[in-house]
């Protein structure tokens, strides 16, 4: 047996190789393939078959099983089933039997652990073949099938007796589901080439993909093909989130997508709200829109800088306003998201006036509209020239502090007032 990693986490792993090795091929790259499987498959020429512990075997026997009747009756049932006795990661069995010489044997010999439950744990397990007998000997109605289900996942073998006469022992097998992860991946602004390489990989790594239809389609070539894709329209966040948590439950490697970051203003933090620590979760950051806007501006967040989203959908309006006024007194850059919707047409006003209160009519503010993508454009004005209708929510404003500069029809704000004389 070999130690591994399987995706960060240690598994013991054992090979079966077919012997003797084939001679090493020269030059011949790629001649030799690993299978990673629980399945009853002869490793072929130049093939080594790795076995992960998957198999959980819940066991159950009666006072005095021989050893040889539960084996053979474990043996039978994965042979039938096409799964490999190399793949079982533990016997399982109900507390009362934690002594029983023939399952403590049988497990010293498949080189596993005997694992045991609580009876009271074991009867609230679902299962398809519960039984009176157990139920009056131990006290619950099933030891084999609930033992092996307890971690969840999927029953490969439904409880089967020894064929001896009496039956002394039982079995159930079970595939225990993978770790399922979640990869929560910004797309960047809109350009292919500021989509980083790590999103590109998690992309790829996907077995389940879940995005808003728009972003989909944006990268949709970078897929493996057999990805599932789960799409859905706008506003469906929730559903969306949820969606992305539950398949990676069941074991799947999902990515859940998003414009920028997915984690300003997206759906990192309604997934994670949803996922449980039973899944790993890995964040890719992305380009966010204040930044793409900010590199075509010029450099008009130099200095301290603040991202306001101007949407009063999930937000009160009372909030939104304590916070721009707090920037405006504070003096920072502010850049508005979802600045403003056909529906939604007051807020950005009113929101430059708050910031007018302590800043300049000319105070640079930087219009960007679609960065990166191929309608992109961009203009720089002033807190008392911007036309708001000029906005809409493929938009982002930048409004400078009272310190920013227009300079050569760029947007500059200083990195501080002290800062020059500070370099050497
Ligand atoms: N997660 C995204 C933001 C989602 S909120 C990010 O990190 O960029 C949606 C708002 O983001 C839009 O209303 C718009 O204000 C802004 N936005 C997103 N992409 C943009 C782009 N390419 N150009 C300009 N604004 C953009």
New binding site residues.
């Given amino acids: 047996m070999s130690r591994a990693l399987l995706d960060g986490e240690p598994v013991a792993l054992r090979a079966e190789v077919a012997w003797p090795l084939p001679p090493l091929p020269v030059a011949d790259e790629g001649a030799y393939t690993i299978r990673v499987t629980d399945r009853l498959v002869e490793p072929g020429e130049r093939e080594a078959v790795l076995r992960p512990p998957t198999l959980v075997v819940g066991v159950g026997a009666s006072k005095g099983a021989p050893v040889d009747e539960v084996l053979a009756l474990v043996e039978g049932a994965l042979r039938e089933a096409g799964l490999s006795a190399a793949s079982v990661a533990e016997l399982a069995t109900v507390d009362a039997k934690a002594g029983e010489e023939g399952l403590v044997e049988a497990a010293r010999r498949l080189g596993v652990p005997l694992v045991t439950y609580g009876a009271g744990e074991l009867a609230r397990v679902d299962v398809p073949n519960p039984s009176d007998a157990p139920l009056a000997a131990v006290g619950t109605p099933s030891v084999a099938e609930a033992a092996a289900l307890m971690g969840g996942g999927e029953l490969l073998v439904p409880k089967r007796k020894s064929a001896a006469r009496p039956a002394m022992a039982t079995c159930a097998v079970v595939r225990r589901p993978g770790r399922g992860r979640l990869a929560v991946v910004?797309l960047g602004?809109?350009a292919r080439d500021l989509l980083t390489p790590r999103a590109k990989d998690e992309l790829r790594r996907a077995s389940v993909l879940v995005g808003l239809d728009q972003y989909v389609d944006q990268i949709r070539d970078l897929l493996r093909p057999g990805t599932r894709v789960l799409e859905s329209g706008l506003g469906a966040e929730e559903e969306r989130a949820r969606t992305a948590v539950a398949e990676a439950r069941r074991g799947q490697a999902v990515a859940l997508i998003?414009?920028?970051?997915?984690g300003?203003?997206?759906m990192a933090s309604p997934a994670l709200a949803e996922a449980s620590d039973d899944i790993d979760v890995a964040g890719v950051p992305?380009v966010?829109?204040a930044l793409?806007?900010g590199a075509i501006l010029g450099a008009p967040l130099g200095h301290d800088h603040v991202s306001i989203?101007l949407s009063d959908l999930h937000t009160p309006w009372e909030v939104i306003e304590r916070r721009v006024r707090a920037a405006a007194e504070a003096d920072i850059v502010v850049t508005f998201?979802?600045?403003r919707s056909r529906g939604r047409d007051w807020q950005l006003p009113k929101a430059l006036a708050i910031l007018a209160e302590h800043r300049e009519p000319a105070t640079p503010v930087g219009v960007?509209?679609?960065?990166?993508?191929a309608d992109e454009s961009s203009r720089l004005t002033t807190l008392a020239a911007l036309d708001p209708a000029t906005v809409d929510?493929?938009?982002?404003v930048t409004v400078g502090n009272t310190a920013t500069r227009e300079i050569a029809g760029r947007m500059v704000t200083p990195r501080g007032y002290r800062w020059q004389e500070e370099t050497p």
Avoid: F, I, K
């Fill in positions: 910004g602004p809109g998003g414009s920028g970051d997915a300003v203003y997206a992305g966010t829109a793409a806007a989203s998201y979802n600045p960007v509209r679609n960065a990166s993508r929510m493929m938009t982002v």
